[in-house]
């Protein structure tokens, strides 16, 4: 999901967030316009997206990284 300070303020991005969440699909937040700490310190933030593992935009290139040598290290055909 990607977190900008204006889609803070939607609350169709709280609804989908809250969607994925009860379904149990995995959440990724990629932030744009604020860093981690900005986001923690925001008021109305739920606890769920405090406690992420929170990635920068300029960062995503890292995450995949991780995530294609998590998936070559367990096989695609295991990932749920």
């Keep these: 999901m990607l977190l900008t300070p204006w889609a803070l303020e939607r609350p169709y991005v709280w609804i989908e967030l809250g969607a994925a969440w009860g379904r149990r699909i995995p959440i990724v937040a990629l932030l744009h316009g604020l860093s981690p700490g ?8 739920p606890v769920l997206l405090k406690k992420r593992d929170l990635l920068r935009l300029n960062d995503i290139e890292s995450y995949l990284k991780q995530l294609r040598g998590w ?6 055909g295991d990932m749920r």
């Excluded at 900005?38 to 933030?45: A, D, F, I, K, W």
């Excluded at 998936?71 to 695609?76: D, L, N, P, S, Y």
Aim: hydrophobic share 30%; charged share 35%; aromatic share 0%.
């Design 71 to 76: 998936v070559e290290r367990r096989g695609a």
């Design 38 to 45: 900005e986001l923690q310190s925001r008021p109305g933030v």
